[in-house]
């Protein structure tokens, strides 16, 4: 029998950060908004106002959720899961867009936006899904459908061109790996991730070759030698006939197209050649390295010229120096370092951030939110709130560790990941260390439907520990 003394006992340490941190939030909404000549508190039309009413509809979810019993979360994953993704469909058809993306119902006064609770309920059938009975990371089948879980949301939020809410559901691989997947899908995605930045970076006939050099010194290095030395006569071949073609016929095609037919006759032979033998049965898993590094190469550089939109691209660009746009896409990110610079080490003063009153970082109040905290707060300000943030999600990962509960155990670890993604993308957008993809701070920036979201997605977890060692299924 679990301890019903303790088990009822939420979690003040977490419910204490979550205040502060909501509280301070509010104050900088507060900063960004206030205007010394007209100093009205009670303005319904301001944002600081309008603040203060989602914050105290957050308190009442939080009661709902901190009455209701655990095993509701459980038995509903799915419906709610269900429940959001028809709301994103909905809103994909009907919605009103807003700075390019169509993600958000607007009745009267009121915006909503479903991608919000669309994490809290993806991390709710995520965790049912995982502590199913008989689920494993071994098995294939059970895989694909971990990852159809986080893939529809997500495919149905990049339908309505909201790339920065989509990208948070990649965190979810890292729950994935807690709960049993195999490392070498983790480092999958950090090479690809490094692909893909180098794809921007360095010509693709470049890269291509690279890896190419760097499989061909591994084979040599196993001991594939003479399978080498026909492989690469053969392909070398290939390239210069594909070449002296591109030349005759007056094609003109790209460099990384007349490269592949090269690359396919080295990679037929030299597995035709190694299967043949029985010898080196590495080679195949090598060859298809070689072409996932190619075709990830390809996609990406297609996905940036073509799937994203202008000013994605030069966001993009200014973030990596591929090109300066001072007052276009980099002017954001410029004013926000400046706003922050200017704070030095305690700060102009709460309400004297000149950068702040004079409205020079736009969406100060939302997505660079953070700059206000730099400006006003200082640098000892803007590390209380990191240290803030750092310290709630080394708790959670502490009390997702001490559930008996799969499902509380892996919704836990949900919580905490797409806490971090906010947080570290967030900050990073303000000081130009990440590109900037509009997602907001959690409690800090201005939005009902994030802080209503993040808020439940937390409470839901603190109801789930107050029975951590009852196996909720």
Not at 118 to 136: D, H
Not at 219 to 242: M, S
Request: glycine residues 8%; contains cysteine.
């Amino acid at each position: 029998m679990p301890n019903r003394n303790y088990n009822k006992s939420v979690d003040w340490i977490t419910v204490g950060l979550y205040s502060l941190l909501v509280i301070i939030g509010w104050l900088n909404i507060y900063a960004a908004n206030f205007n010394p000549e007209n100093p009205v508190f009670f303005d319904t039309d301001k944002e600081y106002f309008k603040q203060l009413v989602w914050i105290g509809f957050s308190l009442l979810f939080v009661g709902a959720i901190l009455i209701t019993d655990s095993k509701f979360y459980v038995e509903f994953a799915y419906i709610f899961y269900g429940l959001t993704l028809l709301l994103l469909v909905v809103v994909l058809l009907f919605g009103k867009e807003i700075n390019g993306a169509k993600s958000w119902f607007e009745i009267g006064p009121i915006r909503f936006q479903p991608a919000e609770l669309s994490k809290m309920a993806t991390n709710l059938a995520v965790a049912r899904a995982l502590s199913r009975y008989g689920f494993s990371f071994n098995k294939f089948s059970d895989i694909l459908k971990a990852a159809a879980v986080v893939a529809f949301p997500m495919l149905l939020i990049l339908l309505q061109n909201d790339t920065g809410s989509a990208l948070v559901y990649s965190v979810f691989i890292l729950v994935f790996y807690r709960e049993g997947l195999t490392g070498y899908v983790l480092g999958f995605g950090l090479v690809a991730v490094i692909v893909s930045v180098f794809t921007l970076l360095v010509p693709i006939p470049t890269i291509m070759g690279l890896i190419a050099f760097f499989i061909v010194a591994i084979l040599y290095y196993k001991g594939a030698r003479k399978e080498l030395y026909r492989a690469i006569l053969f392909g070398a071949g290939t390239i210069l006939l594909a070449l002296l073609a591109n030349r005759l016929t007056g094609q003109h095609f790209e460099m990384a197209f007349v490269l592949l037919p090269g690359i396919l006759v080295f990679s037929a032979i030299m597995i035709y050649t190694t299967l043949k033998k029985r010898i080196n049965k590495f080679v195949p898993t090598y060859m298809l390295i070689l072409w996932s590094a190619f075709i990830l190469t390809l996609s990406a550089d297609y996905f940036f010229q073509n799937i994203l939109s202008n000013y994605q691209r030069n966001r993009i660009e200014v973030l990596l120096n591929l090109k300066e746009d001072p007052t276009g896409a980099g002017w954001n990110v410029n004013q926000s370092k400046i706003a922050i610079g200017s704070g030095g080490l305690t700060g102009k003063g709460y309400l004297q951030g000149t950068q702040t009153k004079f409205d020079f970082v736009p969406e100060q109040s939302t997505d660079f939110i953070y700059c206000t905290v730099g400006e006003e707060w200082g640098f000892f300000g803007s590390s209380l709130v990191v240290i803030l943030f750092l310290a709630l999600l080394i708790r959670l990962i502490y009390l997702a560790e001490k559930q008996h509960s799969t499902f509380s155990r892996v919704y836990g670890y949900g919580v905490a990941a797409i806490f971090f993604f906010h947080f570290a993308i967030n900050i990073g957008m303000t000081i130009g260390l990440a590109p900037v993809i509009g997602i907001p701070l959690p409690f800090f920036s201005y939005g009902g439907s994030s802080l209503w979201g993040f808020t439940m997605l937390l409470f839901i977890f603190l109801k789930l520990d107050i029975n951590r060692n009852e196996l909720i299924r």
